[in-house]
């Protein structure tokens, strides 16, 4: 088969394939229990609904300007000044197919073949694929044994004359560690210093629990956002649980935003029109849907952190965002991927090894399903491996 030398190279996204083998499964109709899933369970939001009806019920549905329709940037420009402190124009907003798209649309922009990518481990499984889509080279920052969050430190000593960008994910898919202000603010004082991006992937930034908040980049910059080395990324797909509907957005410069958008005409012309709509009329909608989905998953993940608390030999940081927990297994094996597979034989558990985040020993839980599937799934592994 002659295929390119990029395309032999590329990993598969063990999320997706997780994804598709737990389905099979069902179908099959086993008794599998996903714990290994990144989406939430619950109903769109009714804004949603309505606004994609009504577009679908005047039976035009159009290619859109590339970078997004009016009504949906005029909704996320609130949004951002909303929540991140800094309030976008039309040109600092792409609307991209999915948060996934806004990334690869940031990463084809600005890097040059061989520039570095730093992110710190464990990291969401797409990065390091993605970068080298962009023929850039990832860095991955570890953290210290036992330890979930890198430190500034451990992220400086990786800068080079080739590093691009740093990328961060906070909450982070998948260990569900918030990064502290202090460490967000240092990050973007590295960056404005050198000069080089800082994109912070936002996807998960509303869902932080106990009274929290993930810290926003923009509240620690210096620069006005026509000037920004910032970039932030965002969507729907979680915090309303939309993800079928593939809607992202990046905030960056006008410059960055200009080239964004020349990736994106080329590659995929617009996002679809009637995902812009229900993405707007989500957004519309306000917190209320944010809020109650929050709730739900601060229960789930309490529930969840009580479950693993009975395995004799698991270490865990308590989650404080996202819907995924990343407890340390390798007391009862180092290779995530054979523990993994076994709990797939033996329990019929779906998980994901650690090794796909760049953190082996240790397992992805979701708790975005049910709750009763989150107490026998962790249940069946406890009966497994105590
Ligand atoms: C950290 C992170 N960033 C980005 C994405 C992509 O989001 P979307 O479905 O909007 O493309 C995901 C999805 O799992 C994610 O976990």
Redesign the pocket.
């Known amino acids: 088969m002659n295929l390119s030398r990029l395309a032999l190279s590329l990993g598969q996204s063990a ?1 997706l394939k997780l994804n598709e083998l737990a389905n099979n499964l069902k179908a099959e109709g086993k008794p599998v229990i996903h714990l290994g899933g ?2 939430p369970e619950e109903k769109i939001p009714g804004g949603a609904f309505s606004e994609s009806k009504k577009l679908l019920d005047g039976g035009f549905v159009r290619y859109t300007p590339t970078s997004g329709t009016a009504p949906l940037k005029k909704e996320i420009a609130a949004y951002t000044e909303a929540h991140y402190g800094v309030k976008p124009g039309p040109k600092n907003i792409v609307v991209a ?7 690869y649309n940031f990463l084809v922009s600005v890097v040059d073949p061989g520039d570095e990518v730093i992110f710190p481990a464990p990291y ?1 499984v ?1 990065y390091p694929e993605m970068v080298r889509l962009a023929y850039g080279t990832p860095v991955v920052v570890r953290p210290r044994p036992g330890e979930l969050l890198c430190s500034a430190e451990d992220i400086e000593c990786h800068l080079t004359s080739r590093t691009k960008a740093i990328l961060l ?1 906070s909450p ?2 998948p260990s569900g560690q918030v990064y502290p202000e202090s460490f967000i603010r240092e990050m973007v004082e590295i960056c404005e210093g050198r000069n080089i991006y800082l994109l912070m ?1 936002d ?2 930034n509303r869902l932080v629990f106990d009274g929290l908040k993930a810290p926003s980049a923009f509240t620690f910059s210096k620069k006005p956002l026509h000037d920004s080395n910032i970039v932030s ?1 965002n ?4 915090t309303f649980s939309m ?1 079928g509907y ?3 957005w990046s905030v960056a410069n006008e410059a960055v935003t200009q080239a964004m958008v020349k990736v994106q005409a080329q590659v995929s012309s617009c996002p679809s029109a009637l995902s812009q709509a229900a993405a707007a009329g989500a957004l519309r909608e306000g917190d209320a849907f944010v809020e109650g989905l929050k709730k739900s998953l601060e229960k789930k993940r309490d529930v969840m952190v009580a479950e693993l608390a009975k395995l004799k030999k698991v270490k865990l940081h308590k989650p404080q965002g ?1 819907f995924y927990s990343f407890p340390d297994f390798s007391a009862y094996d180092k290779d995530s991927t054979k523990l993994s597979n076994l709990l797939l034989d033996k329990a019929m558990v779906v998980t994901v090894p650690g090794v796909e985040f760049g953190l082996e020993g240790h397992l992805r839980l979701s708790y975005c399903g049910s709750e009763k599937d989150i107490v026998e799934g962790v249940s069946r592994i406890r009966k497994t491996l105590d």
């Open positions: 999320t990144g989406e197919s999915g948060a996934k798209q806004a990334i969401w797409s994910n982070n898919n992937d996807i998960y990324i969507g729907v797909s979680k993800t593939r809607i992202g996202t």
